[in-house]
Each structure stands twice: as structure tokens, then as C-alpha cells.
């Protein structure tokens, strides 16, 4: 990184010395500053956090009620320090920010995970001009270039439809917040009942309270399993669909299981994943959404975490002949899932959960 950055890494996360806090720490500390709730960007435990008022609540819901928070509105400006820090909308998912640091009239953005196409399920992304860049780089090979993502909601509807006319059950493997929630509100609620497993219903309730427009659903357990199996949908975190608890749902024409996620571009992870169908649709922003944003931000400074970071700041460095440095990480990969109960709580979710995608 450069000489006396206005963020460094620690053993807790990125430091700012000069306003006197933690960006997305990675263990407890005193004030952190959250672009959102994944388990890679929040962590329990803090004194204070400061996050966008949809982040906090989704924080309260995984992790403690009664968890202390300073809401944050867009553009709103507060000083720390001798830091003037505000957040902004980053596309990702409900209440994700990207935060602004300004000190003697040096701009820092961190983007926090990020993605440019419009969502309706959450808040949209608003580009950040700034001297430099912290950007994500989950899909940061020129590989991933993601399709329309209302031909693939379309075409996830499609393969329902189909599964429902054999009486088959239709399961749809999704992170419990934010990817559950944006299939949700492109499913198609007329083809059948849609049903939702423990651990999305929480964050769920959250998006509808925003006034996030779902469609009706019903959990997805013992009581309703008559209902969901054979035309029906259930939605559930990709470490539940090994477990007993799916078995329930199977129709007369069996059972189809599918994936949505960036990952569903390479065909090796469909097979690793051992699903029926898999659907290209992320939360991150792709190769070119990556390279956009670079270069309309105007940073002349560009830090690169969390994902391929080598290859993405190579390029950006010998193409776009822009400063780069890769700034360190805890999380620098996947682990294959562990299983979860389908009544389980949020917390129980959470504990288990991958980095979405």
C-alpha cells in the first residue's frame, strides 16, 4: 500500500488512524464502520457499529437484538477524527454501502461487495469519485460476464413451471440474505406456493418491512410439506438440501434442485455442487462492471480484495496504467458446506455460512 495510507490492514481489519475506526472488522472492536451484513463484512461483537439503517436491522435479526447501532443515511456526512465518512448505495444487496473517507481533502471508497445492475429487491448502485478505490474483486476474471438477469429469472421460472406440470418439487439453492431474497421478488407466484426455509425468514421479514414488493410464501417445514410438494418452490440455503429436512418436500415426480450464483458460469462448480440446473446470477459485479467502475470513479489509486485480486490488479495496472495494491484478507476462498436443520434459527444459519456469490 502506499506510504501512511488513510486505511491499513491489522490483525482486526482495515484501520483508519486518523478517524479512529475499523472498516468491515474481521474480530470485535470498538467503533466499526459496516458496508453490510454478510459474515464477511460484519462481525458480532463490536461496541458501536455505524451502517445504513436497513444494515442494522438486518444485523439485529443474525446477530444480536439488542445489538448498538448508529444509523446512517445516504450521503449523510459524520466526522471521526479528522475524517469526514458517509456512506452510499452499492447495489449488492439491502442496505449494502460503499464508505466514503475524506481527510485533507484526500477521498478514499471502500466499495464493500458491490454489483451496477439494477435490482429491485434492493437499494441502487451510486458511483463514488474518489483519489482511491478499494474495490471487491469476487469475479475478477475476465471470464465472468453475467447475462440479463431478468432472462435468467424468466428462465428459472420456466424450469418451475415445467417441474410443476411432471409433480415435481422445485428446490432453489440461495444465501439466506440477499440472494434468497432477490429470486423471491422474480419468482412467478402464480405457477404454485412458494415456501421458504427457518433461516431466510428473518432477513425476509426485514425486505418487507422496507417495503421491498415478494410475493407470498409459507415456511417451508412439516405442516406445509403437502402443500410445496409437486408444483410448489422451496428456497434454501445451500448447506440445508443434503439434509433430511429436504426430503419432505419430494413430489410424485421426484425432486429437481438448482443453484443461482456467479459461480454457476464455470460448469465445474454445477457439478460440485450436484445440482439439476445451474443459473448465472450474482450479487457481485462481474469482469466489466469491475473495469467500470475503476474507471469512472476517477481514482488514480486502485486497491484490490477479497477475490482474484492478482489478476485484477495486474490488469489494471499494465492496461489502465493506474497505481494497484492488493489489500489482505480473512476470507480468501470457499469451504464446502456444512448441513443445517430446516428449522434453523438465523443464528444457527449464520454460523455455517459461506461467503455468499
Excluded at 462492471?289 to 474507471?295: A, C, S, V
Excluded at 495486474?314 to 469451504?335: C, K, N, S, W
Amino acid at each position: 500500500m502506499a506510504a501512511n495510507p488513510l486505511l491499513r490492514p491489522t490483525a482486526e481489519g482495515l484501520w483508519c488512524e486518523a478517524g479512529g475506526f475499523h472498516v468491515d472488522p474481521w474480530r470485535p472492536v470498538e467503533t466499526a464502520v459496516v458496508t453490510h451484513a454478510h459474515a464477511d463484512h460484519a462481525t458480532p461483537g463490536c461496541g458501536r457499529y455505524i451502517a445504513s439503517p436497513n444494515t442494522l436491522e438486518i444485523m439485529r435479526v443474525r446477530f444480536d437484538r439488542n445489538l448498538e447501532g448508529v444509523p446512517s443515511d445516504w450521503g449523510e456526512r459524520r466526522s471521526f477524527g479528522d475524517c469526514a465518512v458517509s456512506l452510499h448505495p452499492a447495489g449488492h444487496v439491502l442496505g449494502s454501502a460503499q464508505i466514503r473517507i475524506e481527510h485533507r481533502e484526500e477521498v478514499w471508497c471502500v466499495t464493500g461487495d458491490y454489483k451496477r445492475e439494477p435490482d429491485p429487491s434492493c437499494e441502487s448502485f451510486e458511483l463514488v469519485r474518489c483519489d482511491t478505490l478499494l474495490t471487491e474483486s469476487t469475479f475478477g476474471l475476465p471470464i465472468y460476464r453475467w447475462p440479463d438477469s431478468k432472462s435468467t429469472l424468466d428462465a428459472i421460472n420456466g424450469w418451475w413451471r415445467e417441474n410443476a406440470a411432471t409433480g415435481r418439487t422445485t428446490v432453489l439453492m440461495a444465501y439466506a440474505f440477499g440472494k434468497a431474497q432477490r429470486l423471491l421478488a422474480g419468482l412467478d407466484p402464480t405457477i404454485g406456493p412458494i415456501g421458504l426455509h427457518g433461516a431466510l425468514r428473518g432477513p425476509t421479514e426485514v425486505y418487507r418491512d422496507a417495503g421491498i414488493e415478494l410475493p407470498p410464501t409459507v415456511p417451508a417445514n412439516r405442516t406445509t410439506a403437502a402443500e410445496l410438494s409437486g408444483g410448489g418452490i422451496v428456497i434454501s440455503p445451500p448447506s440445508a438440501t443434503g439434509t433430511p429436512w429436504i426430503r419432505a418436500f419430494e413430489g410424485p415426480g421426484g425432486m429437481r434442485i438448482a443453484a443461482a450464483s456467479g459461480w454457476m458460469q464455470v460448469r465445474g462448480r454445477r457439478r460440485w455442487q450436484a445440482v439439476d440446473r445451474g443459473f448465472v446470477l450474482s450479487d457481485h459485479a462481474d469482469w466489466p462492471g469491475l473495469l467500470r467502475t475503476i474507471e469512472e470513479c476517477g481514482a488514480n489509486r486502485i486497491g484490490v480484495t477479497h477475490g482474484f485480486t492478482a489478476p485484477l490488479a495486474r490488469y489494471v495496472r499494465e492496461r489502465l496504467g493506474l497505481e494497484t495494491f492488493e489489500v489482505p484478507t480473512r476470507y480468501v476462498g470457499e469451504t464446502p458446506p456444512e448441513t443445517i436443520r430446516g428449522d434453523a434459527t438465523p443464528e444457527e444459519a449464520l454460523a455455517v455460512e459461506r461467503p455468499d456469490s
